[in-house]
């Protein structure tokens, strides 16, 4: 059975206060993205049309790509979740393992594919940025709200690729921690934990998929 703590009745008491604080914190970082969300929707409500010709510059492709990774690495921690309650602790280090490489392999597409280029071109706010659009694509848009755009765009998700970054080294500590102390993991509420953080981690992507790569016209 669990190990129940001095602080807690039973082991229902137990698992149902570290999930209450995962909620909660879970809750925290909705109204940590919710307000960059809602700024971007505003500009983009705005800025429609030079929005539109903007993200033509984000290829869709990759950030289809990104998020089929993403989606796999949620599978595999799902099941990672169902092996610890079946304690198959072999099965689950697997899993952790799958999706950390999903995560080191997001953010990679990510920096090579995506940001990599963007800074070689001078797609990203800095002070010659207007010189440097209007050299490789033209007048054909607002270069102030173009800029407004990759600000916005760098700044979600590079945040969001911290939390992917963040999410990588907790499955490498929690792997370490089965396999060195397994006594320590008495339950599966701490993988659960860090899945429902790697599930908002890859909830937060989905709308940005669409938001940046997939803008109407």
Request: glycine content about 6%; overall charge neutral.
């Amino acid at each position: 059975m669990p190990e129940v703590y001095p602080q807690f009745e039973d082991i229902d008491q137990q698992q149902e206060t570290y999930i209450v604080g995962m909620w909660a914190f879970l809750v925290n970082e909705v109204m940590f993205f919710g307000p960059l969300f809602f700024i971007y929707g505003l500009y983009a409500w705005k800025h429609n049309a030079v929005f539109y010709v903007t993200s033509h510059h984000l290829d869709y492709k990759i950030g289809a790509l990104n998020t089929t990774i993403l989606l796999i690495s949620s599978w595999m921690v799902a099941m990672a979740v169902h092996y610890h309650q079946k304690n198959q602790l072999k099965k689950v280090c697997n899993m952790l393992w799958g999706a950390a490489v999903c995560g080191t392999l997001f953010l990679a597409i990510k920096l090579i594919f995506e940001w990599a280029p963007k800074f070689s071109h001078g797609l990203f706010p800095n002070p010659g940025f207007q010189s440097r659009y209007l050299a490789y694509y033209g007048a054909d848009t607002n270069v102030d709200v173009a800029r407004l755009f990759f600000s916005m765009y760098f700044a979600i998700t590079g945040l969001h690729a911290l939390h992917v970054l963040i999410g990588v080294l907790i499955f490498v500590w929690l792997i370490r921690l089965i396999k060195k102390r397994p006594d320590v993991i008495t339950d599966y509420v701490p993988t659960e934990m860090v899945g429902l953080y790697w599930h908002f981690v890859d909830l937060v992507w989905i709308f940005l998929f669409p938001l940046f790569y997939l803008m109407p016209k």
